[in-house]
């Protein structure tokens, strides 16, 4: 038997966050559904971005739903992260969906899917139904394994008229009870954005703006909302480090930081206001009310707008998962002890893993029958069965071929391999 070593040591700090990080996946196992790719970054301190998925059941038509999620996530890739996009299906929780999921979930419409915050999992896991999880119910799964960075459009808020109808969303409460940062362009527009931040710091939730020319905080369509935001984050690593003195506090609250919309895709605020304004009163004088009214104005903005709120809203999206991806880099950078790596340093040390690590073999053999095992949970382990191979020519030969395969899914792997001997006579 040969185990491998690398060369650097591993901090025991890293190495705890690493087992809390799966005994987090084991705790919830017979709940959750974690892709591959995800559990492979969370149990080896790789940056991961979470992403909800009422984008693709209820916030957009068909088919920009499933190309702006796919796109998303590939620009969530394009920086070295994995995304984890979050969702119910047939009354499991998914965290991390292939091609195929993400088809299926895009395909239904919304009477079909639940819209689920923290009140309706239970409920849609009990009937095994499919729902797409809102800011509030993407939060409270990602902090169940282990994801700190989350990106979004817009967070709910306080209503208009929100002092009178008492019409709060959910995803503020969460937000001061889940220690995770969510990466959006502020609160969506159809809301009460000064009530809002008031609530949030109520609910001791840290707000700030990221690259704010104004240092105001962003109004979703808008760059500025004109209310000045508490903080303004200049730098990835600027906010990964407030992140990590949050966690290490263990404040068990969350963090919003609010990303203005690109310019080129700011809509005229006199132009989005309006039509915000008539989408609300056309929403009242139908009687729709609770989490059914969001949707409904997006819809109805788009339709005054000639469909520009739709590109607005696509283009911001693409920017936060940008920005966030960013941050969840830093952020990894800072717990494995590489305050200073910069972007590039990650993909240079990505493309040189190959050499960094040397086989140490202790025995020989003819044949050899290798096992790669990165998870003694045994779903996981049907899983990577496919990596069982023979191989003939003695531990030498093999150790020295495995030398050239040190990345599995684009990741870092410890591996352990079994030699079983066997002896010709």
Do not use: W
Not at 87 to 101: H, M, P, Q, T
Not at 185 to 205: A, H, M, N, W
Not at 342 to 348: G, T
Not at 386 to 399: E, F, P, Q, Y
């Amino acid at each position: 038997m040969f185990v491998r070593f690398g060369k650097q040591i591993i901090s025991a700090k890293v190495r705890a966050d690493s087992s809390i990080a799966s005994r987090r996946l084991s705790t919830f196992s017979n709940l959750i559904d974690v892709h591959p790719d995800v559990r492979i970054a969370l149990n080896s301190n790789r940056p991961v971005v979470a992403l909800e998925s009422t984008i693709i059941t209820h916030g957009m038509p068909q088919p920009q739903n499933l190309e702006t999620a796919l796109q998303v996530e590939d620009i969530i890739r394009s920086q070295n992260v994995i995304p984890a996009t979050i969702a119910i299906i047939n009354g499991r929780v998914k965290v991390g969906l292939d091609k195929n999921e993400l088809n299926n979930l895009a395909s239904l419409g919304p009477e079909m899917v639940f819209k689920c915050s923290r009140r309706d999992l239970g409920y849609v896991l009990s009937k095994k139904l499919s729902g797409g999880t809102t800011v509030a119910g993407t939060s409270i799964i990602a902090n169940m394994v282990g994801i700190r960075v989350f990106a979004t459009g817009g967070i709910g808020g306080v209503h208009r008229d929100g002092h009178i109808s008492m019409d709060v969303s959910a995803d503020l409460i969460e937000l001061g009870r889940t220690p995770i940062c969510v990466v959006s362009s502020g609160i969506k527009s159809i809301l009460d954005i000064p009530r809002t931040l008031e609530y949030l710091e109520t609910q001791g939730v840290c707000v700030a703006a990221y690259q704010s020319d104004t240092g105001h905080f962003p109004a979703f369509y808008t760059r500025s909302s004109g209310v000045k935001a508490p903080y303004n984050l200049k730098t990835p690593q600027e906010a990964a480090l407030m992140i990590k003195s949050s966690l290490d506090l263990q404040l068990q609250s969350g963090i919003l930081i609010g990303v203005p919309i690109p310019k080129k895709y700011a809509a005229d605020e006199k132009v989005i206001n309006d039509a915000i304004e008539y989408a609300v009163s056309a929403a009242k004088k139908r009687g729709i009310a609770g989490k059914e009214v969001t949707p409904f104005v997006l819809e109805a903005v788009s339709k005054v707008t000639a469909g520009k709120s739709l590109e607005s809203n696509i283009g911001l999206i693409k920017n936060n998962a940008y920005v966030a991806s960013q941050i969840a880099v830093a952020l990894s950078n800072l717990k494995n002890g590489r305050e200073n790596a910069s972007e590039s340093d990650n993909k240079e040390k990505d493309e040189t893993r190959k050499k960094s690590n040397v086989p140490v073999v202790v025995g020989a053999s003819i044949l050899d029958i290798c096992m790669m095992c990165l998870e003694d949970d045994l779903k996981f382990l049907l899983y990577l069965m496919r990596k069982i191979v023979s191989m003939i020519g003695g531990s030498h030969l093999n150790a020295s071929s495995q030398k050239e395969e040190n990345t599995y899914l684009g990741h870092r792997v410890s591996r352990i391999i079994l030699m079983l001997h066997t002896v010709c006579l």
